[in-house]
């Protein structure tokens, strides 16, 4: 999967940066013919008043040569996407730009076929880019999946498990004193290749949906403990269902686990040996064998 997601991303920025070269030097040779010829398909739907043609070139100067350097960068990440692939934010943030202010040109100046075109077709390279950067992620993650969390998604983890079980509450070990963190983030690994990819964005999801769901429309990494409770509480018995669902599978995967401690196990009277050797007899055992030996 790693492989083929490195080739295709190569091939399709590649093309991408011929289509930059092409269309610039096209620009540069003949602007006024391009207007024209926009015009021209434009007036097939009979609703756009033509784009002006123009003979001041300063313009001409600034947009060929932010042809040359998306070209320049799309053959950049063509080369080598995996070392690269902090360039292709970049090159959308650069679409991005192209595509959204001719929007507004077309919503708040002159409604020409020639600002719609051009906000639908960099709009649709911006997509094809970052669908190609989010798509190198998974596969980097895919190719490790059993890698312990790191940076941001590491602490996230960190919190939301110390907030599920602190320190000091109903049993005396807590998600940091037993690396519960840890032990949830290899088992998504272990469920499936693309699990702590899903478990990465389930925690993004919760970081910035304070924005949205409250209690301080402030990520949730900046909330205090009694807060994080708060939002998590929220979360649980809110009436959309979908985030009710989130939560409580992701809470059943962490509580499974703390609770399949030994000493926790013992103190809720429950010793799970009927449980194991009911997994181990059964077609996953060497799954099981494999998550009860974490």
């Known amino acids: 999967m790693q492989r083929n997601a490195y080739e295709t991303v190569a091939l399709v ?9 092409l269309v610039g030097l096209i620009f540069l040779v003949a602007p006024n013919g391009t207007v024209r010829f926009i015009n021209a398909a434009g007036s097939v739907f009979r609703i756009f008043p033509p784009a002006p043609e123009s003979d001041l070139r300063f313009w001409l100067s600034l947009g060929f040569a932010y042809m040359v350097l998306v070209a320049v960068l799309a053959w950049r990440i063509a080369a080598d996407p995996r070392r690269n692939r902090a360039l292709m934010p970049v090159l ?14 077309f919503l708040f100046a002159q409604p020409t076929f020639l600002y719609l075109l051009n906000f639908i077709v960099d709009g649709s390279i911006v997509l094809i880019v970052l669908g190609c950067y989010l798509w190198l992620g998974v596969a980097e993650q895919a190719a490790q999946p059993l890698a312990q969390p790191q940076g941001r998604v590491a602490e996230l983890l960190r919190l939301l498990t110390s907030t ?3 320190e000091g509450g109903a049993f005396s070990p807590g998600a940091a004193s037993v690396q519960l963190d840890q032990t949830v983030w290899q088992y998504f690994g272990r469920l499936h290749p693309l699990g702590t990819t899903g478990l990465t ?3 993004y999801i919760i970081e910035f949906g304070p924005y949205l769901f409250g209690p301080r429309r402030r990520r949730f990494s900046r909330l205090s403990a009694k807060e994080r409770e708060t939002y998590l509480a929220g979360w649980e018995s809110g009436h959309f269902s979908a985030r ?3 939560l409580n599978g992701l809470k059943l995967a962490v509580m499974l686990h703390f609770y399949d401690r030994p000493d926790v196990a013992a103190a809720v009277g429950f010793d799970g040996a009927y449980l194991r050797d009911k997994l181990l007899a ?5 799954f099981h064998r494999a998550r009860l030996a974490l």
């Open 13 to 21: 920025h590649r093309l991408l940066a011929w289509t930059f070269a």
């Open 282 to 286: 059964g077609p996953n055992a060497e």
């Open 92 to 105: 959308a943030a650069g679409k991005f730009a192209s595509s959204f202010t001719c929007l507004l040109f």
């Open 201 to 203: 964005v389930i925690l």
């Open 244 to 246: 009710r669902q989130l």
């Open 164 to 166: 599920m079980v602190p």
